[in-house]
């Protein structure tokens, strides 16, 4: 019977120093890993002396993409469906929720119809008129 025992300890033990063993093991090379410069460098791909720049509203205006004839925005389901539309053409642009409990009927007829907005400053609006 003790001998039993003994042997269950030492094998529990055994098995518990190869576990902290390969514990460590996984731990020391995880940090070498983790401090050398390729990971480093796969980590942030951006060179660290370039630094990202953000558009100014200049140049962004600037930017020769097409401006919309105008835009729609049609309810749908729970959201508002935003289309561009381009010489006759809408395009999908994004969908925001709405909370239909907020709207009259006569919104709601409105938005099912789809609602045209001439600018992006109206379309700002809307949204965000509806949709908080």
């Known amino acids: 019977m003790i001998k039993s025992i003994i042997k269950y300890t030492l094998v529990f033990v055994l098995t518990a120093a190869l576990a ?43 930017d020769n993409s097409p401006t919309p ?11 508002v469906g935003i289309y561009a539309s381009f010489d ?15 709207l009259s009927a ?7 119809s789809g609602i045209k907005l001439k600018t992006q400053d109206e379309l700002a609006s809307f949204i965000e008129d509806y949709t908080s």
Do not use: H, W
């Open 88 to 102: 006759g053409r809408e395009d999908f642009l994004y969908s925001a929720e709405v909370f239909k409990t907020n």
């Open 20 to 62: 902290v063993g390969a514990a460590s093991s996984a731990y020391v090379i995880t940090r070498r890993i983790m401090e050398s410069e390729a990971y480093s460098d796969a980590l942030n791909p951006i060179n660290k002396t370039e630094s990202i720049k953000a558009k100014t509203i200049d140049e962004v205006k600037a």
């Open 106 to 112: 006569e919104d709601t007829r409105l938005l099912l």
């Open 69 to 79: 004839d105008y835009y729609m925005v049609r309810l749908e389901g729970e959201s």
